[in-house]
């Protein structure tokens, strides 16, 4: 009998606690102390600790991940598409932390900032001087009722924000012959915010090659207010939107899929009724947050992110703190690129701090969303913490270009594997202001 989802994810969950001493050291002691303590695997925790290592030395530097596995998230939109593979997106965790690092293959359960130590899930304590964190987000699909049960119920819910449903995305999308294809934003901040609505333009572009579009419905229902954050690019993608008649819903958020009856529940944000859509295909996004492990620790604000100063990136109360990426309080959209901004900043502003100097380094909230409308075209969103575009390239990236599509498809992966995580890439502010001669990205472009 074939392993439910939900079963997988419980196997993975229970492997991913387990210890090996191959390559890496992983410590078994009442407590370790180290110099610099990352807490995170992913993009963030990898470059922080890829940088730390050479400035620090062996031994010095620990990363605590429990995970075996490293995925590069960003490539799940092409993965649902039909266009990469999962395979394509996955390296050993092993194989992507740096090697003279320690690596603590546990889970981070409880941080104790005045006493400067971690405490995993083995009850192992790991004491620090200075403390990295980049847990990134957790996805809570149970906060759906109906989810995650739905994904074993029913082949047409999908989603592409988890490695366990990615990959049932195409096939789904291949299945359907006519009915509504409905596509979900949820009413937190998530990773990747275009993601959401990147896969429902691939769909929309494959049902009409499979020559089922005349009988279905595509229906975007979004928990925000508008389309995306950024004016400029929000009018480019509604007028996609309208030349493909797609149908958007503002302000409904998803509470509830119904699979034995394939009817999906929303809740109206601006009147607080519940509304019932009959679906033949269910793209979910689900609600995220930080790990209830760091939520619920005392480094966090009120609404659970790592409490920092967002030009700094040094916590607010406890100066040996940073964080980085999607966990911290920083107020921008949570990507890759800005990973990589940020990664820049914290290594001045941290060894500053380290050789008890000053903080030059600012953060000025930059990141990046690769808005993919079909196979072949995207839309290169770049913008800051005003919500303002502050594009790299000297043409105008509110377009749908083939170029920043295959800037998107092959470039970036290759940046992020080879570069980004190991250390040696902090953004593009240096080749925007290169490739701009020096003038500003507020500088009107060519067309």
Not at 131 to 156: H, R, S, T, W
Not at 207 to 225: E, P, S
Not at 245 to 265: G, T
Request: hydrophobic share 40%; aromatic share 10%.
């Amino acid at each position: 009998m074939a392993v439910s989802v939900i079963q997988q994810s419980r196997l993975v969950i229970f492997q991913g606690l387990k210890t090996s001493s191959r390559h890496f050291t992983t410590s078994l002691s009442a407590q370790k102390n180290y110099k610099l303590v990352v807490v995170g695997g992913g993009a963030g925790g990898c470059a922080v600790a890829s940088k730390f290592v050479k400035k620090l030395g062996a031994g010095n530097v620990a990363v605590i991940e429990p995970s075996q596995e490293h995925y590069y998230q960003p490539m799940f939109t092409l993965i649902g598409g039909g266009i990469k593979t999962l395979s394509q997106a996955t390296r050993s965790m092993k194989s992507v932390l740096p090697a003279k690092c320690e690596w603590i293959q546990s889970k981070a359960v409880n941080f104790d900032p005045v006493n400067q130590k971690v405490t995993t899930a083995n009850g192992e304590e790991v004491g620090y001087d200075y403390l990295v964190v980049a847990m990134g987000l957790q996805l809570n699909f149970n906060k759906i009722k109906g989810l995650p049960e739905a994904f074993d119920l029913d082949p047409q819910v999908v989603s592409n924000y988890w490695d366990k449903t990615v990959v049932n995305t195409y096939p789904a999308i291949q299945r359907l012959k006519g009915g509504n294809a409905i596509f979900t934003f949820p009413n937190t901040p998530i990773k990747c915010a275009g993601a959401p609505q990147k896969v429902m333009y691939l769909a929309e572009e494959i049902f009409r090659k499979n020559n089922t579009r005349k009988d279905t419905n595509v229906i975007f229902n979004t928990a925000l207010g508008v389309i995306f954050g950024v004016k400029k690019y929000a009018d480019s993608l509604l007028k996609v939107i309208e030349a493909r008649d797609i149908q958007v819903n503002f302000k409904r958020n998803l509470v509830e899929v119904r699979a034995s009856e394939r009817e999906a529940v929303f809740e109206n944000l601006d009147n607080g009724e519940m509304e019932v859509f009959k679906y033949d295909m269910l793209h979910v996004t689900p609600p995220m947050s930080t790990p209830d492990e760091l939520g619920t620790s005392d480094i966090v604000n009120e609404a659970g992110f790592v409490d920092i100063n967002k030009e700094t990136l040094q916590h607010t109360k406890f100066p040996n703190i940073f964080a980085i990426g999607d966990c911290s309080s920083a107020p921008t959209s949570k990507t890759a690129a800005a990973v990589a901004a940020q990664c820049g900043v914290l290594e001045k502003n941290l060894s500053a701090v380290m050789k008890q100097g000053t903080q030059s380094a600012k953060y000025d909230g930059y990141t990046s969303c690769p808005l993919i409308t079909s196979r072949g075209k995207c839309i290169l969103a770049e913008f800051d913490y005003n919500a303002q575009p502050l594009e790299t390239f000297p043409f105008n990236q509110g377009k749908e270009r083939s170029s920043m599509y295959q800037l998107k498809a092959r470039v970036m992966p290759e940046l992020y594997w080879k570069m980004l995580l190991k250390g040696h890439w902090n953004g593009p502010g240096f080749y925007r202001k290169m490739m701009r001669l020096g003038m500003g990205s507020s500088q009107k472009p060519a067309a």
